[in-house]
C-alpha cells in the first residue's frame, strides 16, 4: 500500500488485512521519539481491536517476517519507510536490509500487507541526508512491489490498484 501522508493508506491497508482469514498480527516499525509520533502511534492503536496481535520491530523486519509469517497468519506491517528510516540512522546497509526483506517476503507463508510512504511526487530535497532517504525510499518501495502479488496507491483515501 503506497500513498502520501495521511492519504488513507494505513486505513485502507488494516481494512484489506481484517478481511484476510487467519491470525492478525501487526508489526510496528515506528519509534516514539517525540510526543507528536507517541500520538499518531497511539491513534493507530486504538483503530485496532483486540484480535490484533502486535510486534514492535524498528530494525529486524526480516527477521519478524521469517519468525511469524506463517500458520494462516496475517501480517500488517506499518511501515516500511519507518523501518528504513532506522535503519538509515542506525547507518545500516541498506541494500543487505532490503535483501533480506525480499528474501522474507519470497518464503512466506502468510498474506503480508505493507504501508510505504511514496516520497518520490515532491520537490527535490534541500540536503543529502533526505535525498538519500528519498531515492532508498524509492528503490525500496520498487523491489518489495516486485516480490508482491498486488500493489495499491492510496491518494485522498481512494485506492487504485497499480499490479494485480
Given at each position: 500500500m503506497l500513498g502520501g501522508a495521511r492519504s488513507g493508506?494505513?486505513?485502507?491497508?488494516?481494512?484489506?488485512?481484517?478481511?484476510c482469514a487467519g491470525e492478525r498480527v501487526f508489526v510496528a516499525?515506528?519509534?516514539?521519539?517525540?510526543?507528536?509520533?507517541?500520538?499518531r502511534i497511539a491513534l493507530h492503536q486504538r483503530d485496532r481491536d483486540a484480535s490484533w496481535r502486535t510486534i514492535e520491530e524498528p530494525v529486524d523486519l526480516p527477521?519478524?517476517?521469517?519468525?511469524?509469517a506463517g500458520g494462516g497468519?496475517?501480517?500488517?506491517?506499518?511501515?516500511?519507510?519507518?523501518w528504513?528510516?532506522?535503519?538509515?540512522l542506525a547507518e545500516a546497509d541498506l541494500d543487505a536490509a532490503s535483501d533480506a526483506l525480499v528474501d522474507a517476503i519470497?518464503?512466506?507463508?502468510?498474506n503480508i500487507v505493507f504501508v510505504s510512504n511514496e516520497v518520490g511526487f515532491g520537490i527535490v530535497p534541500d540536503n543529502a541526508l533526505a535525498r538519500r532517504f528519498r531515492d532508498a525510499a524509492g528503490r525500496l518501495n520498487q523491489r518489495?512491489?516486485?516480490a508482491c502479488d498486488v500493489v495499491e496507491l492510496v491518494v485522498a483515501g481512494l485506492p487504485l490498484r497499480i499490479k494485480g
Open positions: 493508506k494505513s486505513r485502507h491497508a488494516q481494512a484489506i488485512a481484517e478481511a516499525t515506528a519509534q516514539a521519539f517525540d510526543g507528536e509520533m507517541a500520538e527477521g519478524v517476517i521469517a519468525a511469524v497468519r496475517v501480517l500488517l506491517v506499518d511501515c516500511l519507510t519507518l528504513l528510516s532506522n535503519l538509515l519470497q518464503r512466506a507463508e502468510a518489495v512491489a516486485a
